[in-house]
């Protein structure tokens, strides 16, 4: 840092040997050679300290002598160009009547030059020229802290002070590392009187690695970053207190990929593929995977599930006593931290009963069983018209796992877990069941078939039959699909008349703002609510949230088609109409609602 001090003296009748400058022109008011001796005595002393990274002081004092009463203007010009002059270049006029003057704007950890001058009549009389550097700006980063609302990412500034902040941007860059550009989020930095800050990042997952780094950015767009740092966050799901062997029997019934819970205590459900009695392997371990609200704020981890471990070939789990809802995934580790198999766990306290739907023909009802089918989605906590509760959970076609949906009405962002539910886009050799039996939270993205399996495999769900990886709790299944035309069977939607593409009138019960749609079943004029939940696209975001919803069946179109049936319907522009069908054009690897139907 520079100091310069700057002390000069004008003399009226030495101006013009002083300064180089010759006598302003014209005009009463000017300077006039029948008074000699007019601006003799004039001393300007000038300092400047106290630099910062954005201020700098200049004390000064001012002495007019015998030109007090002269238009005399005392002026610095500074700028980080030696010349004085573009951009960069401020000029400012100092208080004669005061001490000194903050020089403010300024970018940290740069040369800055000036000079301070008399001006008088619009002409200017330069005095010597020195220069000063600002401070540079670092800041240090501590380990990041866990707390029950979220990461805490705390870090001290050097070289700068807290009134420096008006002149600069700062901010905390945090996001997942296998995913820092679709998670990257930015935080503003607020300094406290000692230089310090802290910043919160809520809703982060356990057992996850973040990247985190700062940045400081001036006015005029000189940027500086920090060192990108890691940090992986820890896992209280390792450590569990173990649960009552004695508990419900979950799969005393029979054995499924999901069980639903709706009410405290202790539980446990046998080790087993599905619905199958093949055993899972070698388990070393039983631990949550992870748990949701299904909403944008996440549960603390053994919110929803309060114990985990094993007896032998069942799984135990326990309910704590103050029950929330919510969706939960436990997974069985071997010796090696592999998940040989999940379940997913449905806790509402909500009443979940069958409807009855019949057999439509040419638009009549009859008296013929269509199916009997759930009264909600799978993973819906409440089965409420027009309730975001009520748009459950997503999977992609031929996969147990599930996924969560929008955590609001709008669909404008996922709801969150206590673990992060990835996307990974993958090659081929990752592209299989192993890899999606191992890695349940994983949601892959689809290859050019627009599958997330390598192979086609056509037998993952079927009609009829319910398989190994169908993700409804004992006794329900995946519904059968197909269009009921031109040979094909028909399945449940087909049955009960969605089987031709068209516009449909809203009916007179259409209120606007709803998310869903009554849809007639039986021909007493019951009907059932079907949210428009939207669903996850190829692109793995969040897609048509309260305008689409599509639900998928067991049924794989045949031949060499990639596509599987469906029940789509959506509502048009307008918000009068809407479509109701089946669809033999849904991508596999998309993510959509299931409703499932008994066995």
């Not at 500034?157 to 590392?177: H, I, M, N, P, R």
């Not at 809520?202 to 940045?215: C, L, R």
């Not at 023909?361 to 509760?389: I, P, Q």
Request: aromatic share 12%; charged share 20%.
């Amino acid at each position: 840092m520079k100091h310069t001090i700057l002390k000069f003296c004008l003399f009226g009748v030495l101006l013009s040997l002083v300064f180089g400058c010759e006598k302003p022109v014209g005009g009463e008011d000017g300077p006039s050679n029948e008074k000699p001796g007019l601006l003799s005595g004039v001393t300007i002393d000038l300092n400047i300290s106290k630099v910062t990274a954005t201020t700098a002081t200049a004390s000064y004092s001012v002495n007019l002598g015998d030109a007090a009463d002269m238009p005399i203007d005392v002026k610095i010009r500074y700028s980080i160009a030696e010349s004085l002059s573009g951009p960069s270049s401020v000029v400012k006029t100092l208080d004669k009547t005061a001490s000194s003057t903050v020089l403010t704007g300024l970018q940290f950890d740069r040369q800055y030059f000036y000079e301070v001058f008399i001006s008088l009549y619009g002409t200017e009389y330069n005095a010597k020229k020195g220069s000063f550097t600002t401070s540079a700006i670092s800041v240090t980063m501590a380990q990041p802290r866990e707390t029950d609302e979220g990461l805490v990412l705390a870090g001290s500034v050097q070289g700068t002070e807290k009134a420096d902040w008006d002149d600069l941007d700062a901010y905390v860059y945090f996001c997942e590392s296998e995913y820092p550009e679709e998670t990257q989020k930015r935080f503003d930095v607020q300094l406290d009187d000692a230089s310090a800050f802290e910043v919160l990042v809520p809703n982060t997952a356990i057992d996850t690695e973040y990247g985190y780094w700062w940045a400081v950015k001036s006015v005029d767009e000189k940027s500086i970053e920090g060192e990108k740092l890691s940090y992986k966050t820890s896992n209280p799901y390792a450590s569990s207190k173990q649960p009552s062997a004695s508990g419900t029997d979950l799969s005393a019934s029979g054995t499924a990929n999901s069980y639903i819970v709706s009410q405290p205590g202790a539980y446990k459900f046998k080790m087993t593929k599905g619905n199958t009695q093949e055993s899972v392997g070698n388990v070393s371990a039983v631990r949550i995977l992870w748990e949701s609200f299904g909403t944008a704020v996440s549960p603390k981890p053994f919110d929803l599930i309060s114990a985990t471990g094993k007896d032998g070939d069942y799984a135990l789990f326990e309910v704590p006593q103050s029950f929330k809802e919510g969706n939960a995934v436990i997974a069985a580790y071997d010796s090696q931290e592999k998940i040989l198999w999940s379940w997913h766990i449905w806790l509402t306290s909500d009443s979940i009963s069958a409807e009855t739907y019949y057999v439509s023909s040419n638009g009549v009802f009859t008296d013929e069983v269509a199916g009997v089918v759930m009264d909600r989605n799978l993973g819906a906590l409440s089965n409420g018209v027009n309730s975001v509760d009520a748009f459950g959970l997503f999977y992609q076609w031929g996969r147990k796992d599930p996924y969560l949906g929008s955590a609001n009405a709008a669909g404008t962002a996922f709801a969150v877990s206590t673990r992060s539910l990835r996307v990974a886009i993958v090659d081929a050799s990752m592209q299989t069941i192993d890899y999606t039996v191992a890695n349940p939270h994983v949601f892959l993205f689809g290859n050019s078939r627009k599958d997330w399996i390598a192979e086609k495999n056509n037998t993952l769900w079927t009609n009829s039959t319910k398989t190994k990886y169908d993700p409804c709790p004992p006794g329900w299944r995946i519904p059968d699909g197909g269009t009921g035309l031109n040979g094909v069977q028909a399945g449940l939607w087909a049955k009960i008349g969605m089987n031709a593409y068209g516009k449909t009138p809203m009916p007179a019960s259409w209120q606007s703002g709803w998310k869903g749609m009554m849809f007639p079943i039986s021909k007493t004029g019951y009907s059932s609510w079907y949210p428009v939940a939207g669903g996850i696209g190829l692109d793995a975001a969040l897609k048509l949230v309260g305008v689409d919803g599509t639900y998928w069946t067991a049924a794989a179109i045949g031949g060499n088609h990639d596509y599987v049936f469906a029940m789509n319907f959506y509502f048009a522009s307008s918000q009068t109409e809407y479509y109701a069908y089946c669809s033999t054009e849904v991508p596999r690897a998309t993510g959509n609602s299931v409703r499932c139907c008994k066995e």
